[in-house]
């Protein structure tokens, strides 16, 4: 019995799937009243208010205003004891790794991309620190709306999540959707176990295990026990044909793994010589969101093939200096320091599309997308153009680090500006990324490799990388966009010079 | 409350024939016993001249106050229940409580109602538990009750059906010999505006006045069927349609709990007595939507809304009480603190509601049960408990 109840948005006519947020009655922090009324709601059919289902305190607003929410998904936390001191680790829905059931929230929510499609890196989507984009996890960005209502509001809108200024410190989240993407922890024990189809397709954990009568009845004639079996009905219903391969390969284990991580693990095909792997959790919110992204944002991808010799000889210098001898230094990040000192020359390209109005950020939280075995997560390091190399550098090693440990937090992964994703480590030349919701410039990084390339007048086996720049067309004209990648692309090419001659 | 007879006299007094036809949705001619501002009228006479009026005592009136905002809370809990997901639907009776109090007081124990689905505000005054319909619109069970237990039919979703249901219970009252005394059996059946163009309340209307059915055609006007307004259903006021079915119709302000009690003991009396059906125009207002699923800010203008607000039934039953001194500060207040620790009891309760058996289906479908539905309830029930005791 928890203290902290999470408020579903019920169906508020009659089969709706989903609402938007239009104004928020409340704010964290706030004690409220039974029946009070917390937030407005726009349905299909009505715009209603919401009255609390209980008395408390109003521990956490997962969703901002102009944001489109499915029926079913938690909105709001409330704590109905607040009186109690502190909430103890295993109650606290916001910030609990090991949360039985992990904050449906952020199943339905956060939208991780997953290990394959190296192109693809996905964002961990949240209200920037600048506040106007608002990428909500899950929805991705529903600019008119939403951009209108914030703009009209003036200063971005962060009040859901300010820290409260008494409460404990792990449900003090600094950004709005810090309780929903609590997900990406709480989600690898799930993925990984069992009992993964309880999580159903929208990312609700559903108590009972979802099937038909006729289904549980097959499961049982055959001796499946439903609860190992994933659903890819409905809902994350079970299927007759789920039940059927369950039987068929015993792989019942195996699937929910294959479900969020196709490419780590072994295809297991029925008799058919077909795998169905359901489209759900992080797999659907991926999919809807780069489904979004690429038929809103107009992408372009142009391409740079540079000799970067000079640079790798530059960081061999650099790995020679006593100072960095304990330090990564990969290639990756001259391509970080390139990217951030071509944005400062070219400020428009870490910029958001809003609807009426363009959103250009002075800070760069710059995203660097990471393979782990849950899938590729994204997150960023903040305000990285005010850093030293060297600190990028840190920054770099420990971000890479806690990912692979799978403890990257939520903070982390929401807020990014601007992303490069290194598919070169995969030994690729180079792809067409597409924008995570709410970026405009997206970097691919590709491998280095010896080739033959002309230099100084004679062929000569240099090192070479090709880079490929995706950005939003609606932004950045071809112009500014080839600049900023020539920028880049002369970085590497000389970085030393670049150096010197930009700062 | 008010248990004993009620003043109100019915002095068969024959009225001028009215020169001025009032259209439909003009300021109308109706009964008065209290007005918006809580003024008093010590009496007000109907169109075919009969003269309404009530003389309650201090702890009737208080009473009559209590019954109302009562009614007006568990029915806000309702909508909030709603809000939260814990019901499917409500359809909120906001604005219509004193036509829905003063009829339904106005039932001796003995009368048989047929409601809507919106009179919880009659099923109240019956004395009946407000859970009872609650779970229909829960969705755990099917809004069945034993309507002679209750004196109250079920809640029926059918627009106007149940004033033929009304006719045909009201004829047979008739034919078992229950009517002609003072204590005889009389029914009511509730409808709204849009229910009077559909065929079954024409039809009812028909039945009931050749059969000299004992029946009040209790019509709540509140301006809307969902978002149809009144002048799209009439062109004539409503309660002037029954001169055409050949019985007495009355137009009272749905509004005035007084008036609505007086109109209808009057009605019923009437047809308790064995003279006949009659027909009361409820002249109200919905201030809130049509049900939870309703948006009525998409058909009506503010401004409307604002002048019945100024109508408002309890607002005027309260300063009433107040001017007149029957009661104070603390009878509000104790009031108020009835309703809301009601509505708390009933939210409790609601939640606790049990979701159905599946097997259930199959109850209440014949009296005493039929070969062929015995035998699936028992091969169901069979299929069901293979399962007990596993993950299936």
């Known amino acids: ?503 | 409350m008010a248990k004993g007879d009620p003043a109100v006299s019915s002095r068969g007094r024959r009225a001028a024939p009215r020169s001025r036809r009032a259209a439909a949705t003009a300021e109308p001619e109706l009964v008065q016993l209290l007005t918006p501002t809580g003024e008093r009228i010590e009496s007000a006479t109907g169109p075919d001249g009969t003269e309404y009026r009530v003389d309650f005592t201090d702890e009737e009136y208080r009473g009559l106050y209590r019954d109302l905002v009562l009614v007006r809370k568990l029915d806000a809990e309702a909508t909030a229940l709603q809000r939260q997901g814990e019901l499917g639907l409500w359809a909120s009776l906001l604005g219509q409580e004193a036509a829905q109090v003063g009829s339904g007081r106005a039932l001796r124990s003995q009368d048989m109602a047929f409601p809507t689905y919106r009179e919880h505000g009659v099923l109240y005054c019956r004395g009946i538990d407000p859970i009872m319909p609650l779970g229909l619109f829960r969705g755990v069970d099917q809004g069945g009750w034993d309507p002679n237990e209750f004196k109250f039919n079920m809640y029926t979703i059918v627009i106007g059906a149940q004033t033929l249901h009304a006719t045909g219970y009201a004829m047979g009252v008739h034919m078992d010999g229950k009517t002609g005394t003072e204590d005889g059996e009389a029914v009511i059946a509730y409808f709204g505006d849009g229910a009077t163009s559909q065929g079954d309340v024409n039809e009812a209307f028909v039945w009931a006045s050749v059969f000299n059915a004992p029946l009040v055609f209790f019509c709540q006007n509140n301006q809307y069927a969902i978002s149809e307004p009144l002048e799209r259903q009439t062109r004539v006021p409503l309660y002037r349609r029954a001169g055409g079915f050949g019985f007495p119709g009355v137009r009272v302000d749905g509004n005035d709990v007084l008036a609505s009690y007086a109109v209808t003991r009057h009605a019923l009396d009437n047809a308790r007595l064995g003279q006949g059906p009659s027909l009361i125009e409820a002249y109200t207002y919905r201030m809130g939507a049509h049900t939870t699923s309703d948006d009525p800010t998409r058909y009506r203008i503010a401004s409307e809304v604002e002048a019945w607000q100024a109508k408002d039934p309890i607002a005027r039953m309260k300063a009433f009480l107040d001017k007149q001194q029957i009661a104070d500060d603390a009878f509000f207040a104790e009031v108020d603190e009835q309703a809301r620790a009601e509505a708390v009891h009933l939210r409790e309760r609601v939640l606790e509601l049990p979701d159905p058996a599946p097997v259930s289906m199959f109850d209440h479908v014949y009296p005493h049960g039929s070969p062929e539905l015995d035998a699936q309830r028992a091969r169901f029930s069979t299929y069901l408990e293979s399962f007990e005791g596993s993950a299936h």
């Open chain 1, 1 to 503: 019995m928890s203290r902290i109840k999470e408020f579903n948005l019920p169906d508020l006519g009659e089969g709706l799937t989903e609402g938007e947020i239009l104004a928020w009655l409340v704010k964290v922090g706030d004690v409220i009243e039974l029946n009070q009324p917390i937030v407005e709601v726009e349905t299909a059919k009505a715009a209603v208010e919401i009255p609390a289902k209980w008395a408390g305190e109003v521990r956490s607003i997962f969703h901002p205003e102009g944001s489109t929410v499915e029926v079913g998904t938690p909105i709001i936390a409330i704590d109905t004891d607040p009186g109690a001191g502190p909430v103890p680790e295993s109650t606290t829905a916001a910030a609990s790794a090991d949360l039985p059931t992990p904050s449906a929230a952020s199943l339905a929510a956060v939208q991780v991309a997953p290990a394959e499609g190296m192109v693809e890196p996905g964002l961990i989507g949240g209200v920037a620190p600048g506040g106007r984009t608002a990428v909500l996890v899950g929805y991705g960005p529903r600019n008119a709306p939403a951009k209108r209502r914030q703009r009209r509001d003036g200063p971005p809108r962060q009040p859901d999540t300010s820290p409260r200024p008494t409460g404990p410190a792990q449900v003090t989240t600094p950004a709005p959707v810090a309780p929903v993407a609590a997900a990406p922890v709480a989600a690898a024990p799930v993925a990984a176990a069992p009992v993964a189809p309880t999580v159903n397709g929208n990312g609700r954990v559903a108590g009972p295990v979802l099937a038909k009568p006729p289904v549980r009845k097959f499961a049982k004639d055959l001796g499946v026990d439903l609860a190992t079996v994933t659903g890819s009905g409905p809902l994350g219903s079970i299927t007759r044909a789920d039940v059927q391969r369950a039987v068929d390969g015993s792989t019942a284990v195996a699937e929910p793994l294959a479900a969020t991580s196709p490419a780590t693990s072994a295809a297991s095909f029925g008799a058919d010589r077909e795998q169905r792997i359901p489209v759900k959790g992080v797999r659907r919110l991926t999919a809807e969101n780069m489904s979004r992204s690429a038929f809103t944002a107009p992408h372009v991808t142009e391409f740079l093939t540079v000799d970067v010799t000079r640079a790798m000889k530059a960081l061999d210098r650099l790995r020679g200096r006593r100072e960095w001898r304990d330090v990564r230094v990969s290639p990756l990040l001259l391509v970080a320091k390139a990217v951030l000192l071509a944005v400062r020359r070219h400020p428009m390209v870490n910029s958001t599309w809003a609807g009426d109005e363009i959103v250009v950020k002075e800070y760069v939280n710059l995203g660097i997308a990471a393979a782990t075995e849950r899938g590729l997560i994204v997150p960023n390091i903040k305000d990285a153009g005010r850093l030293t190399l060297r600190e990028l550098a840190d920054a770099m090693t420990g971000l890479v680090q806690t990912a692979k440990a799978g403890r990257t937090s939520p903070a982390d992964m929401s807020g990014g500006t601007l992303t490069i994703t290194n598919v070169g480590v995969f030994g690729v030349d180079t792809g067409t990324p597409i924008l995570p919701p709410g970026e405009s410039a997206i970097l691919a990084f590709g491998a280095v490799r010896e080739m033959p390339w002309v230099h100084k007048g004679k062929v000569k086996p240099r090192q070479v990388t090709t880079l490929g720049l995706s950005f939003d067309h609606r932004i950045i004209d071809g112009e500014l966009g080839s600049k900023f990648l020539r920028d880049i692309g002369d970085f590497l090419a000389d970085p030393e010079a670049a150096l010197l001659a930009w700062t």
